[in-house]
């Protein structure tokens, strides 16, 4: 059994992911959100792919704006799929 200083030292890598991270304004039932949502496609996604990933986990939302952004460690993240 491993103690907990054997876990620390331990280094783990992150599989290394292709894509586009988006920030999404929109609104759904009434009220305003954001989210950041990342795409697998090297391309920019379209405002209606933007808007089909997004009625998956915000059904009935709809889309203002959305733009390229960074990813800061602990934000939460979405992933689309394809």
């Known amino acids: 059994m491993k ?3 054997q876990f620390y030292n331990e280094s783990v890598r ?3 992911r292709v894509g586009t991270i988006m920030d999404i304004m929109f ?3 009434g009220q305003r959100y954001s ?5 697998p496609q090297v391309k920019l996604p379209s405002r209606k ?3 089909i990933q997004l009625n998956k986990v915000y059904p009935g ?3 203002f704006s ?3 952004t960074e990813y800061d460690s602990g934000d939460p993240l979405f992933y689309a799929s394809r």
Do not use: G, N
Not at 35 to 39: A, L, Q, R, S
């Open 3 to 5: 103690t907990l200083d």
């Open 14 to 16: 992150i599989p290394t």
């Open 27 to 29: 609104a759904w039932r």
């Open 35 to 39: 989210v950041k949502m990342f795409f």
């Open 49 to 51: 792919e933007i808007q």
């Open 61 to 63: 939302s709809k889309v």
């Open 66 to 68: 959305y733009d390229v």
